[in-house]
């Protein structure tokens, strides 16, 4: 069905005397975020909130991809594995201790939700917001974003990770993810553990609808 599509469309293109060119998707390691990817670049948070915003889909290559899943790993992680950093002294609400975030763009619960708007679906944004219920892992107080959690360790069973790529539709991917499953030694491959995360173009937005860490 996908390539009838294609051909479809390279005859129109040929027709009108222009053309785009596709490229072929292939495995790629990908490695966990380091101390300095933990946040966004002051440019790239920016860029976030209108990158991903296309007046129609389009074809996209492997690198948007790969940048894609990349970006979110990185937005992903701030209720995971490293958490936004913050500054001051703690401030209690609901039975938890909160400081304020101290990233720059990011300086209430709005402006985070417009960055993970930027990388997810509304469905996931909400679900990531709501993390910790009652005692959430960001909220707004006295109009600044507030935070709280520490983050935990990379999982040390988990080794080398694999990235495929794959269009399922006229506007859907699949970011494919393999990872090495280590026995107790940390360094002997039992397994493989596969994931597969959904990119779509959904409300004028190309984002992931389904996600997690996969170490």
Not at 164 to 185: I, K, P, R, S, W
């Amino acid at each position: 069905m996908g390539r009838k599509v294609w051909l479809a469309l390279l005859l129109i293109l040929l027709l009108s005397g222009c053309g785009n060119s596709t490229e072929e998707t292939e495995k790629t390691a990908a490695d966990p975020p380091t101390q300095a990817e933990e946040t966004l670049p002051a440019a790239e948070t920016a860029a976030l909130r209108t990158a991903q915003v296309e007046a129609d889909a389009r074809p996209l290559t492997e690198e948007e991809l790969l940048a894609a899943y990349d970006r979110a790993v990185r937005v992903y992680s701030w209720f995971d594995l490293s958490p936004l950093a913050t500054t001051g002294e703690g401030v209690e609400a609901d039975g938890a201790l909160y400081r304020m975030v101290d990233v720059r763009g990011l300086y209430d619960l709005e402006d985070l939700r417009n960055d993970l708007r930027a990388v997810f679906s509304e469905d996931v944004t909400e679900q990531l917001l709501a993390a910790g219920g009652d005692r959430p892992l960001y909220r707004d107080i006295d109009g600044a974003l507030y935070g709280r959690g520490s983050g935990r360790e990379k999982d040390p069973y988990k080794g080398a990770v694999q990235i495929q790529t794959e269009q399922v539709g006229e506007t859907a991917y699949a970011v494919d993810v393999m990872v090495d499953l280590l026995d107790d030694d940390q360094v002997t491959v039992t397994g493989v553990e596969c994931w597969s995360f959904p990119y779509v173009f959904e409300n004028g937005r190309w984002v992931f609808t389904e996600f997690s860490l996969v170490y």
